[in-house]
């Protein structure tokens, strides 16, 4: 390889560095609000209520019999009677801001950034999706599946909304 390959190529390593440091210090200063919500616990009380009432009217549309009392929703099950209180973090706020810290710390333009938020209430439905098939699986095979379920979504979300990225990254 010539000397001037050489140099072009680190070059072009050096950039694609640089641009992975921004991406990265751009990301982690994102973040910071999401520090600031946990650790002051901040919450919009509205938007558990919401996610309780779809969640609960999905369900009650998929003849399980459920009951909703504020944000607890209670269901039959094979073993007995399962609550769940969606909290804080059901919502799904944190997935979509990191979605959102995702796309406004890349390099692209303000329009395409925009254009990625689209796929907000697409993230919020996959939230939605996670917690009715937990309660009706939960309802159909018994209690002490909810905790393998709850854990298990959580890395099936994180690969979605990871997934979801890179098609804005690629295609929008």
């Known amino acids: 390889m010539s000397r001037k390959r050489r140099k072009k190529a680190l070059d072009e390593k050096h950039e694609q560095l640089i641009r992975l440091l921004k991406f990265v210090v751009k990301f982690s200063l994102l973040a910071i609000p999401v ?3 946990l650790i002051f616990n901040m919450q919009v009380p509205v938007l558990k209520d919401i996610t309780a009432a779809i ?3 999905v369900i009650k549309g998929l003849s399980i019999n459920a ?4 944000t607890t929703i209670t269901i039959p099950t094979i073993d007995g009677v399962f609550a769940v209180n969606l ?14 810290a995702l796309v406004f710390a890349t390099d692209f333009v303000i329009r395409k950034k925009i254009r990625g938020m689209v796929l907000l209430p697409l993230i919020y439905a996959v939230n939605i999706t996670r917690i ?20 298990t979504w959580t890395f099936i979300f994180a690969a979605i909304l990871l997934f979801l990225w890179w098609v804005w990254l690629k295609f929008i």
């Open 35 to 37: 520090w600031l919500i």
């Open 55 to 57: 969640v609960y009217w």
């Open 67 to 70: 009951m909703l009392s504020g």
């Open 87 to 100: 909290n804080w973090v059901c919502v799904g706020w944190e997935s979509m801001y990191i979605f959102f």
């Open 132 to 151: 009715v098939s937990t309660l009706v699986l939960v309802s159909s095979y018994g209690s002490g599946l909810f905790d393998i379920l709850h854990n």
